[in-house]
C-alpha cells in the first residue's frame, strides 16, 4: 500500500470544471489527509488543496491507519 500526494488548485472565481475535477477525485480514492490553504495574491485568489490518500485504489483501512475517531467508534465503550 502506497501513500500519494495530488495538488489541487480551485480559483475563487467559481470555477467548476476544476471543482468537479475534485470531486471526482475524492470521491475515487480513500483520503487520509485533505490540506486546505487560502492563497491571495494582489490580482487573484485561490484555494490550494493537498491531498494524501492511497494509491491502487485501496478501499480499506487498516485499524492503525484510521482515524482516531474511526477507531474509537470501532471499539465497544467500556465503562
Known amino acids: 500500500m502506497t501513500i500519494q ?3 489541487f488548485r480551485l ?7 476544476e471543482e468537479a475535477a ?6 475515487s480514492v ?3 489527509t485533505v490540506h486546505r490553504d487560502f492563497i491571495a495574491t494582489n490580482y487573484h485568489s ?29 471499539t465497544p465503550a467500556t465503562v
Open 5 to 7: 500526494f495530488k495538488i
Open 11 to 17: 480559483p475563487s472565481n467559481n470555477n467548476s470544471e
Open 22 to 27: 475534485l470531486n471526482k477525485f475524492l470521491r
Open 30 to 32: 480513500t483520503q487520509l
Open 46 to 74: 485561490y484555494t490550494v488543496f493537498t491531498v494524501e490518500y492511497f494509491e491502487n485504489g485501496e478501499k480499506r483501512f487498516s485499524r492503525s491507519l484510521a482515524p482516531a475517531w474511526k477507531r474509537h467508534c470501532a
